[in-house]
């Protein structure tokens, strides 16, 4: 059984920012996103990590704070029909290295104060917020602003998911050994 085209959890935010645009989304210090704005950026991630890695379902590690970059590359990936990997920047850097060996994602957008500390094997790195809070791309080969920026106006290439597809995997705690990766459907 697919689900139909508009039933995936993304589709309720993308609804509501077409529907209301100038609502605000967030606020993050100076900063205010209108809905569009922000749905606006996820569809250029979404195009953007469609572009980096064209498979669906590849997986995406995110290892960030909560910040704008971080809820923008989260909500790009789940538009991309991509499997998000959340990846909690508090964990020790053996097993943060752990997770990423064990999910073996082919994109890992990180804050810059976060990818040295972990090992991301094959994967393309892409750096969301830079160190120090700053809102402006620092270096490196990719950056989520320079990426938003290059895909800005393009849509995804929308994926035909089944409730049984992987839209995450997320680790347990630990607290009985090592955290475990569980997988969540989209049902």
Not at 43 to 53: E, G, K, P, R, T
Not at 100 to 110: G, M, Q
Not at 159 to 171: E, G, N, S, W, Y
Request: hydrophobic letters at 40%; one cysteine or more; charged letters at 20%.
């Amino acid at each position: 059984m697919k689900i139909p085209a508009m039933d995936l959890p993304i589709d309720h935010f993308l609804r509501a920012a077409a529907k209301a645009p100038d609502r605000i989304a967030i606020k993050d210090g100076d900063l205010t996103l209108t809905q569009g704005d922000l749905a606006a950026r996820v569809n250029a991630v979404a195009a953007a990590l469609q572009d980096i890695d064209p498979t669906p379902q590849s997986r995406v590690g995110i290892c960030g704070y909560n910040t704008v970059e971080h809820l923008t590359a989260f909500l790009g990936t789940l538009a991309a029909g991509k499997t998000w990997v959340p990846l909690n920047p508090r964990n020790g850097e053996e097993e943060l290295s752990r997770m990423v060996e064990v999910t073996a994602p082919s994109i890992i957008v990180a804050d810059a104060d976060c990818m040295d500390r972990f090992d991301p094997g094959a994967a393309t790195m892409v750096r969301g917020r830079p160190t120090g809070g700053s809102q402006h791309a620092c270096g490196g080969d990719l950056n989520l602003a320079a990426l938003m920026s290059d895909f800005a106006g393009r849509t995804p290439k929308r994926h035909d998911l089944a409730p049984d597809d992987v839209q995450a995997i997320k680790f347990t705690g630990g607290s009985s050994g090592r955290p475990k990766g569980v997988q969540q459907t989209y049902r």
